[in-house]
């Protein structure tokens, strides 16, 4: 343990990993079904059933805030950055859509994000797409032993600057394992060789929260949406992620030998990153 840091033993990321394929099938059923006119309630609902073919347990529902969280799953539209409700709203045409799921499967957390394209996009939207899905793997490619917690901050933040973009500064990545929120916090923005060190059996949440625009955020009038204030595009992605002696071990990556279109596709959301470096896992940690 390090300033509360609960280390995760070879086994614990064992039922880490069970948490996080579950929270995969979830969030690639939600992908699945948007098209233009699925509501975000539709969507919602996809993840749902995979939860509870799993036995697995929603992480975000009830979750305390301005009153308890009533979905298993956040989806965001267009400058929605996070925490939507899924509802009555129906997809449109060139709309981009996040989807957060969490997963609690025997008493371990799986959270995981993509942010996707509704039917044909424009050029800005994909970019702002692509850069943040890169961004994260930029980040993970930093969970090394040795490494601290700002070089992994310093990486997303730079990658996504260099892009013309702007990382969020109030919501952060962070520890997760037993509980959804652990130690330490992870924010998308920091300063090489600073922070935590890295050590082997740490499992954290990246989660790069990017803006077109501003980076100024406002939270809506359900009290749980948070959204860019200038009214412009916002994206997320998310992995947990293992620091092991072997390299960056993803737990919420998709089964490697199912071959179903749905997980094919939900891989494809994750694509441009080298499985030497982030597929790999350890049974030493």
């Not at 006119?37 to 992480?59: C, D, M, Q, Y």
């Not at 996040?98 to 039917?119: K, P, R, Y």
């Not at 993803?250 to 030998?257: A, S």
């Amino acid at each position: 343990m390090q300033r509360g840091v609960m280390l995760k033993s070879a086994r614990e990321l064992e039922r880490m990993r069970i948490a996080g394929k579950i929270n995969a099938r979830a969030l690639a059923a939600a992908v699945a079904v948007i098209e233009p006119g699925v509501s975000t309630a539709e969507i919602n609902a996809a993840a749902a059933i995979v939860l509870k073919e799993h036995n697995a347990t929603p992480a975000f529902v009830g979750v305390p805030g301005a009153y308890p969280y009533p979905a298993e799953t956040t989806i965001s539209v267009n400058d929605e950055l996070v925490h939507g409700i899924p509802g009555e709203r129906r997809l449109e045409d060139g709309d981009i859509v996040s989807i957060d799921c969490g997963t609690v499967h025997e008493g371990f957390v799986g959270d995981s994000a993509l942010t996707v394209g509704v039917g044909s996009i424009d050029a800005e939207a994909q970019k702002l797409i692509d850069v943040t899905r890169e961004s994260l793997f930029a980040g993970i490619a930093k969970m090394v032993p040795g490494n601290r917690t700002g070089d992994v901050s310093a990486a997303i933040q730079q990658h996504v600057e260099a892009h013309g973009f702007e990382v969020v500064r109030e919501y952060t990545g962070h520890g997760v394992g037993r509980s959804m929120h652990e130690d330490p916090q992870v924010p998308n923005y920091g300063f090489e060789g600073r922070g935590l060190p890295l050590k082997t059996g740490m499992t954290i949440a990246l989660e790069p929260m990017v803006l077109t625009g501003s980076r100024e955020t406002h939270v809506l009038k359900d009290r749980w949406t948070v959204a860019s204030k200038d009214g412009k595009l916002t994206a997320h992605f998310e992995h947990t992620v293992a620091v092991t002696e072997n390299g960056p071990w993803i737990l919420t990556d998709r089964d490697e030998d199912l071959d179903d279109e749905i997980y094919i596709r939900y891989n494809d959301y994750f694509v441009g990153w080298p499985r030497e470096i982030t597929g790999s896992r350890s049974s030493s940690a």
